[in-house]
T-cell receptor, first 115, second 111 residues
Framework: EAGVTQFPSHSVIEKGQTVTLRCDPI?????LYWYRRVMGKEIKFLLH????????ESGMPNNRFLAERTGGTYSTLKVQPAELEDSGVYFC?????????????FGPGTRLLVL | RKEVEQDPGPFNVPEGATVAFNCTYS??????FFWYRQDCRKEPKLLMS???SGNEDGRFTAQLNRASQYISLLIRDSKLSDSATYLC????????????FGAGTRLAVHP
């Protein structure tokens, strides 16, 4: 079974540019999460989709971040315009809808560097 | 105060040593508890869930003390392959599944 995949693996952009990250969850997983780790800090929750609906977006830093999950399959996270403090590793995770105890399967992450 | 606190380490131990990781969490409404392992430049992977009665998986033993809001992980007979960062992770109740991560404790096992 294929795991969670993320694209691109790395992205280097200049401040003010736009970047779009993509996540493909494990097939059949209705829960999809985005997390971020900035340098020297812990991994922090950004938002949670159940199918195509946003269940919890309390971790989104500001309105420069836009997440979508059209059709309830893959998800995109767009940062526009990017700022220096957006640099970090963006992880996507997924879990089945029935898995209530919280085990989540993480993708390899996208390393974003904003110059 | 951080929601989940861990000793940052690093812990440098010889092969065969026993090593203990400690973690405290601030929200008493926390419902589920986990230890994840993260290798350098890789994604976090679930090592084990932590149950109130304590649980063991081979060389790994996890304990939870809800009264003290304290979680521990014990690794016995450590191997070189145990070298990684160990993340204490908590999930709050209330119908949401978001995970709250500690900053992690780095372990280096040497020959």
């Amino acid at each position: 079974e294929a795991g969670v995949t993320q694209f691109p693996s790395h992205s280097v952009i200049e401040k003010g540019q736009t970047v779009t990250l993509r996540c493909d969850p494990i097939s059949g997983h209705d829960n999809l999460y985005w997390y971020r780790r900035v340098m020297g800090k812990e991994i922090k929750f950004l938002l949670h989709f159940v199918k195509e609906s946003k269940q919890d977006e309390s971790g989104m830093p500001n309105n420069r971040f836009l997440a979508e999950r059209t059709g309830g399959t893959y998800s995109t996270l767009k940062v526009q315009p990017a700022e220096l403090e957006d640099s970090g590793v963006y992880f996507c995770a997924s879990s089945p809808l029935s898995r209530v105890e919280g085990t989540q399967y993480f993708g390899p992450g996208t390393r974003l560097l904003v110059l | 105060r951080k929601e989940v606190e861990q000793d940052p380490g690093p812990f440098n131990v010889p092969e065969g040593a026993t090593v203990a990781f400690n973690c405290t969490y601030s929200n008493s409404a926390s419902q589920s508890f986990f230890w994840y392992r993260q290798d350098c430049r890789k994604e976090p992977k679930l090592l084990m869930s932590v149950y109130s009665s304590g649980n063991e998986d081979g060389r790994f033993t996890a304990q939870l003390n809800r009264a003290s809001q304290y979680i521990s992980l014990l690794i016995r007979d450590s191997k070189l392959s145990d070298s990684a960062t160990y993340l204490c992770v908590v999930r709050f109740s209330g119908g949401y599944n978001k995970l709250i991560f500690g900053a992690g404790t780095r372990l280096a096992v040497h020959p």
